[in-house]
């Protein structure tokens, strides 16, 4: 996101810098599609020969409206309570679209009233998910999070 830094009423022009790209760019005032203020947050969008700048307003973005690709939201309560009393079935692994991920705990936990080691080792991976899931940070106001959305061995 880029961040207005400077407003020049004399030249009519505002002064947009980029903290990932580490650049600054000026922009005419006409290009606005508000007034801008210093400190403002703004997305950019760029034709051959037009330009429209938006302010991004910082509730929505904090409460995922624009969820990036690749991700989903989940509850991170009823994902922990999920993880603690359905995690050694893999349910929470489906939930977040981690498919092979379930599979193999469903089948270590077939596997675990058979053998002790697959039990051993399912217990292990769910006390670890259970402590990740705790460990969590950036819900919005609603208690959801952001989590990668994806069905490969990624986590």
């Not at 002064?15 to 005032?29: A, H, N, R, V």
């Not at 700048?53 to 509730?59: A, L, M, P, Q």
């Not at 309570?81 to 050694?88: E, Q, T």
Request: glycine residues 10%; negative net charge; contains cysteine.
């Amino acid at each position: 996101m880029q961040k207005v830094l400077k407003v020049d009423l004399l030249n009519s022009t505002v002064l947009i810098g980029d903290d990932e790209i580490k650049t600054m760019e000026s922009y005419p005032l006409s290009d606005f599609s508000f007034s801008p203020q210093e400190g403002d947050i703004v997305r950019i969008y760029k034709n051959s020969d037009k330009v429209f700048i938006e302010k991004v307003d910082i509730e929505k973005k904090t409460s995922f409206e624009d969820i990036p690709f690749g991700y989903r939201k989940v509850n991170r309560l009823a994902y922990l309570l999920v993880a603690i009393f359905f995690g050694g079935l893999g349910v929470h692994k489906f939930i977040v679209g981690k498919v092979c991920y379930g599979i193999l705990y469903l089948l270590l936990c077939t596997i675990g009233w058979i053998t002790i080691i697959g039990g051993i080792i399912g217990i292990i991976f769910v006390i670890t998910d259970i402590v990740k899931i705790a460990l969590i940070t950036g819900e919005d106001s609603a208690g959801n999070v952001l989590l990668k959305d994806h069905g490969l061995f990624e986590s």
